[in-house]
């Protein structure tokens, strides 16, 4: 009964995280809003629009899914991107970043973008699920970000 207890409890936690990612503030979005030890994203350049932040990774970002513009790693970790929910990226030319080959994009400790369209036009709202302490294990990482 105690596991079970604890078990719900760290689920419920859990979930609190993902509702600090998935609804984070949305008024007044700057760099400013993103705290220490958090990996941010926001929908527009600038670090502005719909923001979400979260100190741990995210299987499937839900209301920021295919709409990262800018991020800042403040984790201290290696971030790896990926653009498909649940860390998986395409493996065929139909799918997000086009290439036949499943790749990520590496987001190393401190590192922070203002318009992936600048960098690239594939790598713009695409970014479906991330992972925090990671490297891109099966696949290349076609872009490191430092």
Known sequence: ????????GSAAFVGILALTFING????????????????????????GD???????????????????????????TVVLFNYANYFSSVTGAGNWGNNYPYCVTVLPGAAHYDLKSVDPLFNDTVSSFYIGGTCVDSPSIRTFQ
């Open 51 to 77: 923001f979400g932040q979260s100190q741990n990774s995210q299987g499937n970002l839900t209301n920021m899914d295919n709409k990262t513009t800018s991020f800042w790693n403040r984790t201290g970790k």
């Open 1 to 8: 009964m105690k596991l079970r207890k604890i078990l719900t």
């Open 25 to 48: 503030p949305q008024a007044s979005a700057s760099a400013d809003q993103c705290q220490d030890g958090k990996f941010c994203i926001w929908a527009d350049p600038n670090y502005n």
